[in-house]
């Protein structure tokens, strides 16, 4: 049974504070997410904080699983905690609650099931919504995206990953645009990895084999990740920032399955030479670059392109990366 979506106006309780529910923003493959006004205890001062709200009700073998989905949550809330990077998204809090059962009775009765309930998990809202959105954008009103903001944004999403491999010692394992919000700060778009630890979280959750859930996710999968081969575990996501970053190249033609196909055909065989992409998706996953070398390259040739700028802007770099 599927618990149902919060209204506007309904509050939500946490041992830190209360969490008024302003409207949805965004729904994944396992729950909602939405905007709140938060007020924490003994405050008055509410301020934005966006709720994501995960279904646990299907979890197999609940008791062992959810002190897994405990575990993760608490090495999230840590590395949020210590990371100073401006580029991973910040989580502020997590709880559990009991889901009603559904239907007009058990709400108005106030019934709760004891075997259905949702991890909530608070974090920094973003207020400029995902990279997904963006790319849907541009491939919807045919516009491409100008290669110092390729770059720039290449720089922002490799710095965070960086931090999640250097400092952490963790992959994130599902990147992808969705999970790349964008908040606006000092003026400027802010890219901010989330999800990271999430996957391990979901892995738990028996509809993670759901194939509509993989399906989105697919086209950013390592092959190594696809064909379960054991690897360096930082190499999955440079795979997936190589992809993200054809993506944007080709903007607004979109990526679909057909390019994907061709993509792993010409990458199996071998086909493809040594541009800056290929050191990314490289056949061989140990000649991918690493994430700080991804960043410091991203971040010259968008320097270099906004020297550049209004000479090269028409200038699609699909030609150079491909
Ligand atoms: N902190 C946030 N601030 C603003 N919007 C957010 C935030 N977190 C998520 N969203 C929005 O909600 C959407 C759904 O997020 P969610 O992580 O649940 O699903 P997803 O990333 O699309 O898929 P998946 O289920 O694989 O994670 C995001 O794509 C994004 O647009
Ligand atoms: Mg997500």
């Known amino acids: 049974m599927q618990s149902s979506t919060m209204d506007t106006g ?23 997410v939405y905007l709140t006004d938060y007020t924490a205890k003994n405050t008055s001062n509410s301020e934005q904080v966006a709720l994501k709200k995960i279904d646990l009700h299907e979890m197999e073998k609940k008791k062992c699983k959810k002190e897994e989905c405990k ?14 990077n401006q ?19 058990s709400c108005i009765a106030g019934m709760k099931s004891p075997n259905h309930e949702n991890l909530y998990i608070a974090m920094d809202y973003c207020s400029h919504g995902d990279l997904s959105n963006k790319i849907k954008a541009n491939v919807g009103s045919g516009t491409q995206f100008d290669p110092e903001i390729i770059y720039d944004y290449i720089y922002q999403i490799a710095d965070g990953i960086n931090e999640l491999h250097v400092k952490y010692k963790i992959a994130h394992r599902d990147l992808k645009p969705a999970n790349i919000l964008i908040a606006w700060e000092n003026g400027k778009e802010v890219l901010k990895i989330s999800d990271f630890g999430l996957v391990k979280v979901i892995e738990s959750l028996s509809r993670i084999q759901s194939h509509s859930k993989w399906c989105g996710t697919e086209f950013y999968m390592s ?31 979109r ?11 010409k990458v199996k065989n071998d086909q493809r030479d040594t541009t800056w ?3 990314m998706i490289a056949k061989d996953p140990n000649k991918r670059m690493s994430a700080e070398r ?17 000479v090269s802007k028409s200038r699609a770099i699909y030609t150079v990366a491909a």
């Open 10 to 32: 309904n509050t939500l309780k946490s041992p830190k504070g209360v969490y008024k529910i302003n409207k949805i923003v965004g729904k994944g493959g396992y729950g909602e």
């Open 71 to 84: 575990k993760e949550v608490k090495v999230m809330k840590e590395i949020s905690k210590s990371s100073t």
């Open 87 to 105: 580029h991973i998204v910040k989580y502020l809090d997590s709880f559990i609650r009991k889901a009603y059962t559904g239907g007009l009775f």
């Open 223 to 253: 092959p190594e990740q696809r064909d379960s081969i054991k690897c360096r575990f930082t190499v999955v996501d440079i795979w997936a920032i190589g992809i993200i970053f054809y993506e944007l190249c080709i903007a607004p033609k």
């Open 255 to 265: 990526l679909d399955n057909d390019e994907m196909d061709d993509i792993r055909e």
């Open 277 to 279: 992409l290929n050191k």
């Open 294 to 310: 991804v960043h410091n390259e991203a971040r010259s040739k968008s320097y270099f392109y906004r020297l550049q700028n209004g």
